[in-house]
């Protein structure tokens, strides 16, 4: 098997009334990992502007003003403290929280926000298809709790619980084509999920080499 795997997390950043976000950099990072960055911001009219260096893999937006954004970079070792990622003004609330990944060489995402008690993470089916691929589950709700990580999933982190916004993230190793994690119950209706993919750096090829005897 040649799974990536979750190596470590830095340091959550959350706060109200905030125009930027400066989650620490997880500890050690080595060259050639994937960093990986998860903000949700609350606000209807401020919105993430400054990332340089990073990847902006997706955005999922929520009809009651709440984005999330997963970034996403190649690291060159070097990365330590904290990163600032701005904002285009004033956010009512914001939260960030970054972690680092061996072992792959891509991302892709899927999200949904909906008002709902059971918050779910859409399927999400990867461009290169079956592979020995980490998938990643994020969960976000507004004012409330939630049970459990999606059934399968290990690993439940908070990532960047502030006062009543509650969110999670948790993660599973599997060779498939596509995934999607089991809904978790919430306290709040007002929630966001999404399903991260992290692409091996060697494909599983489905090939045997031996010897005739």
């Given amino acids: 098997m040649t799974f990536p795997s979750v190596v470590a ?13 400066a989650p620490g950099y997880p500890a ?14 609350w ?3 401020v919105t993430l502007t400054g990332y340089s260096g990073w990847t902006l893999e997706s955005t999922t937006a929520h ?4 984005d999330t954004y997963i970034l996403w970079k190649v690291a060159d070792g070097t990365e ?15 939260q960030a929280r970054m972690f680092n990944v061996s072992g792959a060489s891509d991302v892709e995402t899927a999200g949904a926000a909906v008002v709902s008690t059971s918050c779910d993470a859409p399927n999400l089916s990867p461009s290169w298809g079956a ?4 998938w990643y589950c994020y969960n976000f709700a507004q004012s409330g709790g939630m049970a459990a990580a999606p059934t399968g999933y290990s690993g439940r982190t908070d990532m960047g619980t502030s006062g009543t916004q509650y969110s999670q993230g948790s993660y599973k190793t599997a060779n498939a084509a596509s995934e999607n994690p089991a809904a978790v119950s919430c306290t709040n209706s007002n929630w966001c999920g999404v399903t991260i993919a992290f692409r091996p750096t060697t494909l599983s090829s489905g090939l045997f080499f031996g010897s005739n005897f």
Avoid: K, M, P
């Avoid at 997390?9 to 976000?21: D, E, K, L, M, N």
């Avoid at 009809?63 to 709440?66: A, H, L």
């Avoid at 330590?80 to 914001?94: E, N, P």
């Fill in 9 to 21: 997390y830095g340091t959550a950043s959350a706060a109200s009334s905030v125009s930027s976000r």
């Fill in 63 to 66: 009809s009651n003003s709440y």
């Fill in 131 to 134: 592979a020995d691929t980490l």
């Fill in 80 to 94: 330590s403290g904290t990163f600032s990622f701005t904002f285009s003004g004033t956010a009512g609330y914001a």
């Fill in 43 to 45: 606000d209807a009219t």
């Fill in 28 to 41: 050690g990072v080595v060259a050639g990992q994937i960093l990986c960055t998860v903000i949700t911001i």
